[in-house]
């Protein structure tokens, strides 16, 4: 049996939100404590004086020691929500941000047959394939990852959710079945190997196979761009995530490889984050550009 330790959620959940260096350090500390009691947040408001047990307490103190030495909170917890779908997470993949579900709209917006073939490059948890395949379960969707335990991670995700989706290792194209997809969708890495970024927040503690590409971030995305028409049917599309700075470098990239009708759509917080554009084997290159996006974003 395990005693009451007299203290109340409220309290534990005040002074971690003091000690957590975060922009969301209470919203930490409730999943936090959520984890431990197996509360849910909204009890908390209802019922901040309710006491936890001492297991629970010194189990929420070593987490909130965790989260203090800058460990993400999706670590800790081994899962993210992304999509509203639970996904495990680990330290072999990138964590799902929530700016790449405006990725999935976009994809779910794109005129596509009803039984698409979908191809989701870099696949990490699995995140993009899983969510696409929870809204449109007739399309065939593969993802494929460079690393095996991103690949056993995101079956383990496909399978726990019970969403069909065929996952292979592969470094990008190279070790995917001949084939031809009607939308390739891509969150690769893309930030610059010096960015001072990756000495700041969570992404210290994800791979920089997940995050880093080359000195100007840009060299899967060029790979991805340069390769894709040779797996995209007669008018399928490429969209795919890249820094808020490099819209125009990414848009060049797709003109400059004669995808049509070449777009960039922004996230969440209104920065650029994706661009996208359609294959046409005939289509002169440097198609007229689109840029309906860029006005308004940094
Ligand atoms: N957008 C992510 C970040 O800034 C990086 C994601 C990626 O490299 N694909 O942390």
Same mark, same amino acid.
């Given at each position: 049996?395990?005693?009451?330790?007299?203290?109340?959620?409220?309290?534990?959940?005040?002074?971690?939100?003091?000690?957590?260096?975060?922009?969301?350090?209470?919203?930490?500390?409730?999943?936090?404590?959520?984890?431990?009691?197996?509360?849910?947040?909204?009890?908390?408001?209802?019922?901040?004086?309710?006491?936890?047990?001492?297991?629970?307490?010194?189990?929420?103190?070593?987490?909130?020691?965790?989260?203090?030495?800058?460990?993400?909170?999706?670590?800790?917890?081994?899962?993210?929500?992304?999509?509203?779908?639970?996904?495990?997470?680990?330290?072999?993949?990138?964590?799902?941000?929530?700016?790449?579900?405006?990725?999935?709209?976009?994809?779910?917006?794109?005129?596509? #047959?009803?039984?698409?073939?979908? =191809?989701?490059? +870099?696949?990490?948890?699995?995140?993009? %394939?899983? $969510? &696409?395949? /929870?809204? !449109?379960?007739?399309?065939?969707?593969?993802?494929?990852?460079?690393?095996?335990?991103?690949?056993?991670?995101?079956?383990?995700?496909?399978?726990?959710?019970?969403?069909?989706?065929?996952?292979?290792?592969?470094?990008?194209?190279?070790?995917?079945?001949?084939?031809?997809?009607?939308?390739?969708?891509?969150?690769?890495?893309?930030? #610059?190997?010096?960015?001072?970024? =990756?000495?700041? +927040?969570?992404?210290?503690?994800?791979? %920089?196979? $997940? &995050?880093? /590409?080359? !000195?100007?971030?840009?060299?899967?995305?060029?790979?991805?761009?340069?390769?894709?028409?040779?797996?995209?049917?007669?008018?399928?599309?490429?969209?795919?995530?890249?820094?808020?700075?490099?819209?125009?470098?990414?848009?060049?990239?797709?003109?400059?490889?004669?995808?049509?009708?070449?777009?960039?759509?922004?996230?969440?917080?209104?920065?650029?984050?994706?661009?996208?554009?359609?294959?046409?084997?005939?289509?002169?290159?440097? %198609?007229?550009?689109?840029?309906?996006?860029?006005?308004?974003?940094?």
């Amino acid at each position: 049996m395990t005693s009451k330790s007299s203290l109340t959620c409220e309290m534990l959940l005040t002074s971690a939100s003091t000690r957590i260096d975060s922009d969301s350090s209470r919203l930490d500390a409730e999943l936090l404590l959520s984890h431990v009691t197996g509360l849910s947040r909204t009890r908390f408001r209802a019922w901040p004086e309710h006491e936890v047990t001492d297991v629970q307490a010194a189990a929420f103190e070593a987490l909130v020691q965790d989260r203090e030495a800058g460990r993400p909170v999706a670590h800790l917890l081994g899962r993210q929500e992304f999509w509203s779908l639970p996904l495990k997470v680990s330290a072999c993949t990138l964590i799902p941000r929530p700016d790449t579900e405006c990725l999935v709209e976009a994809a779910l917006d794109l005129p596509l #047959p009803k039984q698409a073939c979908v =191809l989701d490059l +870099g696949t990490g948890t699995g995140a993009i %394939a899983l $969510a &696409l395949a /929870s809204e !449109r379960p007739d399309w065939r969707i593969t993802a494929c990852d460079a690393v095996a335990e991103a690949v056993a991670l995101a079956r383990d995700n496909s399978n726990s959710l019970g969403l069909t989706v065929t996952v292979v290792q592969s470094s990008w194209f190279a070790d995917l079945e001949t084939g031809r997809f009607d939308l390739i969708v891509s969150n690769p890495p893309y930030i #610059p190997e010096n960015d001072h970024h =990756l000495k700041e +927040g969570d992404v210290r503690f994800e791979p %920089a196979s $997940a &995050l880093v /590409s080359g !000195r100007d971030g840009l060299k899967d995305l060029q790979l991805i761009v340069d390769q894709a028409p040779g797996w995209l049917v007669e008018g399928g599309w490429l969209l795919v995530e890249h820094g808020f700075d490099q819209a125009q470098a990414v848009t060049e990239l797709f003109r400059s490889r004669g995808f049509a009708g070449v777009e960039t759509r922004q996230d969440y917080g209104k920065q650029d984050r994706m661009t996208l554009g359609q294959w046409y084997s005939d289509a002169p290159v440097n %198609a007229p550009v689109s840029n309906r996006g860029g006005v308004d974003a940094q």
